[in-house]
């Protein structure tokens, strides 16, 4: 069973800060997924990736699959990012895997 | 832009009764799964569901959990006797081969 560790669980920051969250994992996997949670419970697909380095607007994840580490960076954080982040992975398996998530963090962005 | 849709949004329940609660995945997603959160804790997989049948199920999903495709478009959660426990967050996702994509959530309170 695969273990999905996150960290920080809790970030507060400035307007303008570089964001970093990372998460690591203990057994090898085919892909992880990066997500983000609203108060209001509902899941969005931020990143899937299996190797190397994604780019989305202001966000940025990378993943080393050797070392079972990703981490996910937000550039010129707003208060709008404030939101739980959550890493979650997949098994070895096709794509009828269910994920394993992380506990997440709570990013909260201060103006 | 597609997305996945739950009904209903919302559900109490008295223990004991059954629930079904019902999703409808992206229209050619061939991957549908079930997830929960029990307040304050990480999302949890329940079920993947492939090719009308379960592909793969985690140690929550008992006898008491069924899942079925009964058309097209729906892709359904019975839960036959629910439990004070079974009070959460419920998660359906489709992908069609891997980045999973959730819907916005069923609360269930079961009193």
């Known amino acids: 069973k695969n273990e999905v560790e996150q960290s920080p669980q809790n970030l507060t920051a400035q307007e303008g800060e570089f964001i970093t969250i990372n998460c690591s994992y203990s057994?090898?996997?085919?892909?992880l997924h990066w997500l983000q949670q609203h108060p209001g419970g509902g899941i969005v697909s931020l990143f899937m990736l299996s190797s190397g380095k994604k780019k989305h607007g202001r966000l940025i994840a990378t993943i080393n699959i050797q070392e079972k580490h990703s981490s996910l960076h937000i550039t010129a954080s707003h208060p709008r990012d404030s939101a739980v982040y959550i890493c979650?992975?997949?098994?070895?398996?096709?794509?009828?895997?269910?994920?394993?998530f992380g506990k997440g963090t709570h990013l909260i962005i201060q103006p | 832009e597609p997305e996945v849709t739950q009904t209903p949004s919302h559900q109490v329940t008295q223990m004991g009764q059954e629930v079904i609660l019902r999703c409808v995945p992206i229209s050619n997603h061939l991957y549908f799964y079930w997830y929960r959160q029990i307040l304050g804790q990480k999302v949890e997989f329940l079920v993947s569901?492939?090719?009308?049948?379960?592909?793969?199920k985690s140690e929550i999903f008992d006898d008491q959990f069924s899942v079925e495709r009964p058309d097209g478009s729906n892709f359904t959660l019975k839960i036959r006797s629910t439990k004070l426990e079974d009070s959460a967050m419920y998660f359906c996702?489709?992908?069609?081969?891997?980045?999973?994509?959730f819907g916005p959530g069923t609360r269930l309170l079961v009193l």
């Open positions: 979650a992975v997949y098994g070895p398996g096709g794509g009828a895997d269910g994920l394993t």
């Open positions: 996702a489709s992908s069609e081969e891997r980045t999973q994509y």
């Open positions: 057994v090898g996997i085919s892909a």
């Open positions: 569901f492939y090719n009308n049948e379960i592909s793969e």
